[in-house]
């Protein structure tokens, strides 16, 4: 099945300064990839998504960049402000038997410091 | 339009007992996943139903099951609760059953064996 590899565990910037977090997959035929912020007791909240025939996507301050033949992606958060401050996790989801599950990373616990 | 809404917010059993779960998707949607997060991680993928039928299982023992009603609502059971059974249980629901469709999530149950 698929695995999912997150880093880093947690990430502290100044606010203002740009974040990233990194992904690795495991099954090349993995085809689309989702981010998810989870701010504490609450809900994770889909905030930006890859299909596997594109290689970034923006929107506002968060893009996405996928590189198929590494098998890695990543998120890029810019001019971070305190509510950015939450767990952000990875997913994948492959082609094939078990396409419709999630494989999520284990989290980017992110702080944003004022 | 309400999202994804799941019921109860918190429960708390004994070992041994027996547990309800339920969820209602966003309307429209016809895709129902259960997820279980164990604090500190992320998701791991339980089940997906999609028009009253199961497609797909995760690594979890007989004791958990799920049906989907003609509504798309459905409900997640536990049986014989364990200690490793707490945990927030999460749904999520998308438009359609292939895997690289946006899913989104409840609130969660949290659920607490003592």
């Known amino acids: 099945g698929e695995n999912v590899e997150q880093h880093p565990s947690t990430l502290s910037v100044q606010e203002g300064d740009s974040a990233v977090i990194k992904c690795t997959y495991s099954?090349?035929?993995?085809?689309?990839f989702p981010w998810y912020k989870q701010e504490l007791g609450k809900r994770p909240q889909l905030i930006i998504d890859?299909?596997?025939?594109?290689g970034e996507k923006k929107d506002q301050r968060i893009a996405v960049t996928l590189n198929k033949t590494a098998k890695h992606f990543s998120l890029h958060i810019t001019e971070t402000q305190p509510e950015d401050s939450a767990v952000y996790f990875c997913?994948?989801?492959?082609?094939?038997?078990?396409?419709?599950?999630?494989?999520f990373g284990k989290g980017t616990k992110l702080s944003v410091i004022p | 339009d309400a999202g994804v809404t799941q019921s109860p917010t918190h429960l708390i059993k004994t070992r041994g007992q027996h547990v309800t779960l339920r969820c209602s998707p966003i309307s429209g949607h016809k895709s129902v996943s259960w997820y279980q997060q164990v604090l500190g991680q992320g998701p791991q993928f339980i089940f997906q139903y999609y028009e009253k039928e199961e497609r797909g299982r995760g690594n979890f023992p007989d004791r958990f099951s799920a049906r989907q009603f003609p509504n798309y609502s459905s409900e997640l059971n536990v049986n014989a609760l364990l200690l490793g059974d707490s945990a927030l249980y999460l749904c999520?629901?998308?438009?359609?059953?292939?895997?690289?469709?946006?899913?989104?999530f409840g609130d969660g149950t949290r659920l607490s064996i003592l």
């Open positions: 099954d090349s035929a993995s085809n689309y």
């Open positions: 890859i299909r596997s025939n594109v």
């Open positions: 997913a994948a989801i492959p082609t094939g038997a078990g396409s419709y599950q999630l494989t």
């Open positions: 999520a629901s998308s438009h359609r059953v292939e895997g690289n469709q946006p899913q989104h």
